[in-house]
């Protein structure tokens, strides 16, 4: 079951913002947003998460809507090297039980960012 | 710090051999997670440990897969007489509070 919709592809231009939405309209109140990113032939790799409040660290922002149903990932200057697919997840606390240790990856949206 | 370290970053095998893929969490992360990236699919799920304990192993394809923690720290994952469709990514992670932090992964040819 997708808890997630991303658009398969967008594309950037070097130096400028990024901004990669994700829709998750069965959120439940205790589940988090988790945004990972694969460059090819990598590992995912953690970027940001969030349960209700905007984020921001070294890597990105995050902006959640107030009714949590939409969430969009922010890299303020893109480069060359953030080329990559970007995973929006939704996942609950693992110790609110049942298999929420299980990260369940959609398709993602694949971006590039073009010189 | 040191990342989730995985070995051998590269495996070739004949088909039926046995192959060992080893995964070096980061230190003091207790929970640790192995999954499976066939080409151009996504991340599948394959068994968790909390410390040396694996409460789900639902995720391991058939019998000829199998996993084991030792000491809190570094796991095997072995697949025993290997299939060509066994052929995948096999990624580890490693997490401490929730966030689940990745290796770069093994990529596993079975001929």
């Known amino acids: 079951d997708a808890k997630t919709t991303q658009p398969p592809s967008m594309d950037c231009a070097e130096g400028r913002a990024a901004n990669l939405p994700c829709n998750h309209s069965t959120i439940s109140g205790n589940e988090y947003v988790y945004w990972y990113r694969q460059i090819h032939s990598q590992g995912p790799q953690y970027i940001i998460h969030g349960l209700k409040n905007n984020e921001t660290n070294e890597m990105a922002s995050l902006i959640i809507t107030e009714d949590r149903k939409s969430s969009t990932l922010i890299l303020p200057h893109a480069t060359l090297r953030d080329t990559a697919v970007y995973y929006c997840i939704v996942r609950a606390p693992e110790n609110s039980g049942g298999s929420n240790y299980k990260l369940t990856f959609g398709k993602g949206t694949l971006l590039t960012v073009n010189p | 710090g040191a990342g989730v370290s995985q070995s051998p970053s590269n495996k070739v095998t004949e088909k039926g051999k046995d192959v060992e893929l080893r995964c070096d969490p980061i230190?003091?992360?207790?929970?640790l997670y192995w999954y499976r990236q066939s080409l151009g699919q996504g991340l599948e799920f394959l068994i968790y440990f909390q410390g040396n304990s694996a409460p789900d192993k639902s995720g391991l394809p058939s019998d000829r897969f199998s996993a084991e923690r030792t000491g809190g720290s570094v796991s095997t994952l072995t697949i025993q007489r290997t299939q060509q469709e066994d052929s995948a990514v096999y990624l580890c992670?490693?997490?401490?509070?929730?966030?689940?932090?990745f290796g770069p992964g093994t990529r596993l040819l079975v001929l």
């Open positions: 230190s003091g992360h207790t929970a």
């Open positions: 992670a490693s997490s401490a509070f929730e966030t689940q932090y």
